[in-house]
């Protein structure tokens, strides 16, 4: 999820004469606390400055790290190379890539060529009590129930073509 807030601030408007009931602003310095998993605010006054807030059940330090790394890059790029097209710039830490493509090193296993309903009805047949499908607000469906109405919607469409 993006989330673009802008609180826009008239530095101009206040200064160390400016008066507010007798009350003088001296500096302005913005704050916010976040509820989302990982949040990036970014404060352009006078230069840009960011700062990264993270839920600490979510994330650990590292792994935050890691994405202020990737993003450092992604604005380091820009600032660099003004004219670079955004699927030319490389958003993978040093090292990063050469862990990925072991990924692809690994043994390969067949796996089986089984469909979903192929799935479903197997299950339908093993355990045709159990709950499959629960619904918000009171409902379920067994697997074998579950399995007879996707059968017949199936059925239903094949049939109109």
């Keep these: 999820m993006t989330v673009f807030e802008s609180y826009p601030v008239d530095?101009?408007?206040f200064?160390?004469?400016t008066d507010l009931a007798g009350m003088h602003v001296t500096d302005i310095d913005a704050r916010d606390a976040t509820h989302y998993p990982i949040t990036v605010m970014a404060i352009l006054?006078?230069?840009l400055r960011l700062s990264v807030r993270f839920r600490?059940?979510?994330f650990d330090r590292a792994t935050v790290e890691r994405i202020v790394q990737r993003l450092l890059g992604v604005l380091e790029t820009f600032v660099a190379h003004p004219d670079t097209h955004v699927r030319d710039v490389e958003v993978f830490v040093p090292g990063e890539l050469d862990v990925i493509a072991n990924f692809e090193r690994g043994e390969n296993v067949a796996l089986p060529t089984k469909t979903l309903p192929d799935l479903l009805g197997e299950r339908a047949t093993r355990t045709p009590d159990d709950t499959a499908v629960v619904v918000d607000g009171g409902g379920?469906?067994?697997y074998g129930s579950f399995a007879g109405r996707v059968n017949r919607?199936?059925?239903?469409?094949i049939a109109d073509g």
């Design 153 to 157: 919607v199936a059925r239903s469409l």
């Design 45 to 47: 006054e006078p230069t």
């Design 15 to 17: 200064d160390e004469t």
């Design 11 to 13: 530095r101009a408007g």
């Design 140 to 142: 379920a469906s067994s």
């Design 56 to 58: 600490t059940d979510l």
